[in-house]
C-alpha cells in the first residue's frame, strides 16, 4: 500500500484541535490502562501465592470452651482431637492457634544467638503435634516430624522456647545460606531450640504486604496452646469435604456441649478461607479491569466521533480524489494512515506518561517498577483499538461515489 | 437570551442522540468513579474530633536497649508501663491519659443468656474530658477512684440500650469476667472515624465506638490481656504487664497552645535524658506528632483507596478530553448554522455563549446521572466486607460538590469549542452552502 503521509499531514494540519485531542486521549488512556493492567497482574501474582497447605481438603473450626479454666484445655483438646480423628471421612486432625490465610496469628524474630542477638529473622509461629505434618499436607524436605513426646501443653504466659523445631525452607535459606539448616541450632528466647525437619513451603498467616517480605518465613513448635478457645485443622479424604463440614461440628458439640462454636465464620474450608484473606485484593483486580474497559471504550467512541465528523466534512474532497482515480482502497488506507500517525504519537506521549505515572505510583504506593512488556502490549492494544474504532467511518468514506465531485455549488 | 440559548441546546442535542448520549454517559462516569472514590477517602481521612484534634498530641519515646547506629533509632508506636504512668502522672499537660484495648468479656444478668465479648478501652481519667466524649447519663471516674483501682465502668449507648434498654443505668452493675463493676455513666452514640486512640492498639481503623471503658489500674490488676502487646527484650513476665519490657500503651496529651506544646516537648526530651541517667532507657529519639500527623504517619487510609481515588480523576481527565474532542466535532459539523446566525447580527460572544450553555446542560446531564452512578458504587461500596463499609454515604456536601465537578467539567470541555466556533468567519461558511 502506497502511504499517503504527506497529504495527511497537510490535512491533519487543518485540523490541529481534533489530532491533538486524539493523540492526548490515547496518551492518557495508555498511561491509565498500562498502570491498571500492572496492578491486576500484581494482585493476580499475590492471590495465587500457594499457602504450601493442601487447601482443597482442609476444613477449620474454631472452638472455645464454656467454664473451663486454661489448666483444664489439656485433656478437653485431647479428647476432641480422638473425636475428630475417629470421624468417618476424615485423614487427620490438630490444634493449633492459627493457620495460613487466617490474617491471625504470632509472628516473633528468631535469633541465631540467644537474647535477641546475632542474625534475626522474622517467623510466623505455628503451634503443632506430631499430626500436623499429615493434616496440613505439608512436604518433609530434610529431617524428620515431631514425635509424639516432644509435644507439650503452653499455657499463655508461658515463654516459648522448644528444645525441637521444624522450619520452612525459605525460612532455613534466610538463616542459613549453605542449605543444611537440620540439626542448627536458633533461639526464640534464651534457651536453644534445635531445627529437627524442613519442610518445602508454609504461608506466614497474614497476606497483607506488611508480611510479604517474610511470607515463607514459618515455624512449627511442638506445642498445644491452652487457652479456652482454639482452632481444628481437619484434613478430609476427597469428595468428604461437605459431609465432615457437618458432621465435624455435630460430633464435638455431641461429645460435650459446653463449647461455643461461632455461627459465623466457625466451621470453614480453606478455599473459604482463601476467598476471604484476599477478598480486596481480588476486589481491586476487578475494578482495575472495569475502569481499563470502560476507558478504552471511551476512548474508541471518541475516535468513532471525531473521524465520522472529518469524514462527513471531507466528502467533497473524498469524491474529489475518487473521481480522479483513488479507489476506495486507497481512501480507506488514507483514514486508516491517519490514525495511525496520531496514535503513534499519541502513545509516544502515551508511554512517557506511563512511566512517569509508575514512578509516582512507585514513591506515593510502593509499587513495582513497570517493565517494558506492559508499555509495548499497552501500545499495541491502543495503536489496534484505534484501527478498529476508525474502520467504520473509514468504509464509510470509501463507500462515497466519485460523483459527490460534481454535485453542488 | 438565555432561554433561547437553552431551546437551541438542547435542538442540537436532539438533533443527535447517539453523540449526546456518548457524552452524557462518558462525563458521568468519570463523574461518578470520583464521588464515589473520593467520598470514601473523605471519609477515611476526616478529622476525627475537628475541634480538639491540632491539640491533641501523641508522644513516643523508645524504650528498647541501645543500638550501633544511633542513625537508625525510630521511637516507638506506643509505650511500656512505666512511661506511660510517668507521664500520666506528671501532669505537664491539661489533660493526658493512657490507653490500651482488650476484649472484655461481659456476664449476662439474666441466666440462660450467653456471654459475650465487647470492644472495651482501659484507660485513666482525663480520656473523656480530653477527647470531649459526650455523657447521657453519668460521667467518668475521678484520677482517684481509678488509681485506688476502683470497680466502677462507662458504658457505650449501644451497650446501655443492649443491657437496659436505654434507660438511666447509673449505679447498675455490670459483670465482667469474673467482678462486678458499677456503672458509673453512659455515653450518647460516640465513635470517631478514624478510630484515632486505637491505631496501634490492636483495634480497627474504623467502624462502631467501643462498648466499655474500664479504668487502667483496675484492669491490669484484674489480667485483662491488651490485644496489642509488643516485647522489645526477651525475658519478661508476661504476667505482670506493669514490669515487662513490651509496649501496649498508648499516651495521648492536651495542650491547647503552641507555647505549652513546644514546653511538653522540651519536657519529654529531659524525662529521656533524665531516664538514661538513671540507666533505664538507651536511645534519646522521640517524636509528639498532632492527631492528624499521627494519622498520617501510621498511613490510617488504606493506600488501596487513595489509589483508587486518584485512578478515578485521571479517568474523570480522560472523559472530559473526551468530551472536547466530541462538542469540537458538533460545533463544526454546524459551522453553516453559526455563519447564518453571525451574518443575522449575532455577536460572538452570543455564538460564544450559546456553545456553553450546550456543554453546561451536558454538564448537568451527566452530574445528574453521575450522581446515581456514585450512588451506586457507594452502594457496592457497602456491600463490602471492608470495616469502613456502613459509613459509605453520600453527604450533602458531596452532593453539591458531584454538580461542581459536572459544571466546572463541562465548561472545562467547552470552552476550546465554544471559542472556535465564536471565532469563525460567516462569509465563508454562507458561501460554502
Known sequence: MNLQVKPIFSALRHHKAGTLLIALQIALTLAIVCNALFIIQQRISLLTRPSGVDEAHLIRVMNGWVGASDKDVGPLMQSDLDTLRRLPGVVDAYATNATPLSGGGWATGMHSKPDGKGKRVQTAIYFSDAHTLDTLGLKLVAGRNFHASEVQGFLPN?????????????????????????????????????????????????????????????????????????????????????????????????????RVIPDDQGVVTFEQMRAKAYKSDRGMAILMGVICTVLLAITAAGIVGLTSFWVGQRRKQIGVRRALGATRHDILGYFLTENLLIGIAGVAIGGALAVGMNQWLMHAFEMQRLSWPWIAGGVVVLLLLGQAAVLAPALRASNVPPVVATRSV | MFTYYIDLALRSLRRNTVLTALMVLALALGIGASITTLTVLRLLSGDPLPARSAQLYYPQVDPR?????????????????????????????????????????????????????????????????????????????????????????????????????????????????????????????????????????????????????????????????????????????????????????????????????????????????????????????VAMPDLMQWMRESHVVPSDVQLQTWLAFGFLLICVVNTVGLLLAKCLKRSQEIGVRRALGASRRAVFAQFMVEASIIGLAGGLLGLLFAELGLWAIRQQPAEYADLAHLDLGMFAFTFVVALVSSLLAGVLPAWRASVLAPAPQLKAS
Open chain 2, 65 to 285: 536497649p541501645a543500638l550501633d547506629d544511633p542513625s537508625r533509632a525510630r521511637p516507638m508506636p506506643a509505650m511500656s508501663w512505666t512511661d506511660a504512668m510517668n507521664l500520666v502522672n506528671a501532669r505537664k499537660a491539661r489533660y493526658q491519659a493512657a490507653m490500651a484495648l482488650t476484649q472484655a468479656k461481659v456476664m449476662p444478668a439474666k441466666t440462660g443468656e450467653r456471654p459475650f465479648f465487647s470492644d472495651a478501652v482501659m484507660t485513666t481519667a482525663d480520656f473523656f474530658p480530653m477527647f470531649d466524649v459526650p455523657f447521657r447519663y453519668g460521667s467518668g471516674w475521678s484520677a482517684g477512684e481509678g488509681q485506688a483501682r476502683a470497680r466502677v465502668v462507662v458504658i457505650s449507648d449501644a451497650l446501655n440500650r443492649k443491657l437496659f434498654a436505654g434507660a438511666n443505668s447509673v449505679g447498675r452493675t455490670l459483670r465482667i469476667r469474673d467482678h462486678d463493676f458499677r456503672i458509673v455513666g453512659v455515653l450518647r452514640p460516640w465513635s470517631p472515624q478514624p478510630r484515632f486512640y486505637a491505631v496501634w492498639l490492636g483495634g480497627r481503623s474504623y467502624g462502631d465506638g467501643d462498648g466499655v471503658f474500664l479504668p487502667l489500674h483496675t484492669a491490669v490488676a484484674d489480667k485483662m490481656s491488651p490485644n496489642n502487646l509488643n516485647c522489645f527484650a526477651a525475658g519478661g513476665d508476661l504476667n505482670d504487664l506493669t514490669k515487662a519490657p513490651c509496649i501496649w500503651l498508648g499516651v495521648w496529651v492536651d495542650l491547647p497552645t503552641a507555647s505549652q506544646a513546644r514546653a511538653y516537648r522540651g519536657f519529654l526530651d529531659n524525662y529521656v535524658h533524665q531516664q538514661i541517667a538513671l540507666g533505664r532507657m538507651h536511645r534519646t529519639d
Open chain 1, 158 to 258: 508461658d515463654t516459648l522456647q522448644p528444645p525441637q523445631i521444624i522450619v520452612t525452607r525459605a525460612l532455613a535459606d534466610n538463616l542459613f545460606s549453605d542449605g543444611h539448616a537440620v540439626g542448627k541450632v536458633v533461639y526464640l528466647g534464651k534457651k536453644p531450640s534445635t531445627i529437627i525437619g524442613v519442610v518445602a513451603r508454609l504461608q506466614v498467616p497474614w497476606v497483607a504486604s506488611w508480611a510479604s517480605n517474610w511470607e515463607g518465613n514459618s515455624t512449627l513448635v511442638p506445642r498445644q496452646m491452652l487457652t479456652n478457645g482454639t482452632n481444628y485443622v481437619i484434613r478430609v479424604r476427597d469428595g468428604q469435604l461437605q459431609k465432615v463440614l457437618h458432621s465435624a461440628p455435630a460430633a464435638l458439640l455431641a461429645a460435650d456441649r459446653m
